[in-house]
């Protein structure tokens, strides 16, 4: 297990953070806190489990990402760089099926050497505290509600038909062209996501049995979720105590994010700074081959938001008695 530190990362508009190193961190973003536990398997440098967060050019779009990818070594390496770039690229867009989307036609190209990932990607707008969240065939996501105090399984709704058309939330590769559904919610202050890696429910419990998704939402309910920066450890702590050689033969990765009812006014400077942000990221996106060009979503959502919120400051400015 890894010791709980006291690192904490404060994310700057315009950046990605992660990687499938091990890890425990703290990362502090507009709207939200995040703490991101991973340990590879066998203390390798880096893992099969791949975590990203990014910041949009104004930090009111925050975008987390986990994935379990097939392989180790160089291959998952590069698949975590491939990740960055399509963070990168979509890091100003509010919608992220297109994002969804480009990591199956990635892993796609990958099936024919076996690659191909479960994923989990959510976005978060915090003015609104609005979450985005799609799954690629990895395990329910857990959500924690502060006004009740209560865990259960973040689940898709599907259709009035109980599916989508066509292939849906499979494993990122499996088919060309997969359809992704999302499940869209608004975050209570205080409200709590866990995102984790399959190792959690296929361990075993005190009588050899599998978890499973049900039993393992028992045991994460009879904890705090109100600390959630206590979470991480006491989970891998209670899993590995329930039978031998739980959590010792995979990676071990959890994400887990919290709404905090900051965020809601974007200050003026990011909003002023945004467009100069995005200009160089596309430089520097252009300088390095043109790969994971931070491109901005063209809506009326995501561009119009920052220029109607500055007008709004600037009235409200010119209003203030002198």
């Not at 976005?123 to 799609?134: E, Q």
């Not at 088919?175 to 995102?195: M, N, P, S």
Request: charged fraction near 15%; charge should be negative.
């Amino acid at each position: 297990m890894l010791e709980e530190t006291a690192a904490v990362h404060a994310m700057t508009c315009m950046e990605i953070w992660g990687g499938n190193a091990a890890t425990t961190r703290t990362v502090e973003l507009p709207g939200l806190d995040a703490w991101v536990y991973s340990q590879p398997y066998q203390q390798a440098e880096g893992g099969g489990d791949v975590y990203f967060v990014s910041n949009c050019a104004t930090g009111r779009i925050t975008r987390l990402m986990l994935a379990d990818v097939s392989g180790h070594g160089k291959a998952v390496s590069d698949t975590a760089n491939t990740l960055r770039l399509l963070m990168r690229r979509y890091v100003n867009h509010i919608q992220q099926l297109k994002f969804v989307t480009s990591m199956n036609g990635e892993f796609a190209n990958l099936a024919h050497a076996g690659g191909f990932a479960t994923a989990v990607v959510a976005t978060f707008l915090a003015p609104t505290r609005r979450l985005t969240f799609s799954n690629a065939g990895h395990p329910c996501p857990l959500i924690y509600t502060a006004q009740d105090q209560r865990w259960r399984l973040l689940e898709i709704q599907r259709d009035h038909e109980g599916h989508l058309c066509g292939p849906s939330d499979l494993p990122l590769g499996i088919f060309e062209e997969g359809t992704y559904a999302e499940l869209e919610l608004i975050l209570g202050v205080g409200d709590l996501v866990r995102c984790y890696i399959d190792a959690f429910i296929e361990s075993r419990g005190p009588g050899g049995d599998l978890l499973g998704s049900q039993a393992f939402l028992e045991i994460v309910s009879q904890l705090d979720g109100t600390q959630p920066e206590t979470l991480p450890n006491l989970i891998v702590s209670q899993i590995a105590a329930l039978y031998p050689g739980n959590l010792t033969d995979d990676d071990v990765t959890m994400l887990l994010f919290r709404a905090t009812g900051e965020g809601t006014q974007i200050p003026l400077e990011n909003r002023v700074m945004a467009p100069f942000r995005l200009l160089k990221g596309m430089i520097d996106s252009l300088w390095s081959g043109g790969r994971g060009m931070p491109l901005p979503e063209i809506s009326l959502a995501n561009l119009g938001g920052p220029v109607i919120g500055s007008l709004n400051q600037l009235a409200q400015h010119k209003q203030k008695p002198k």
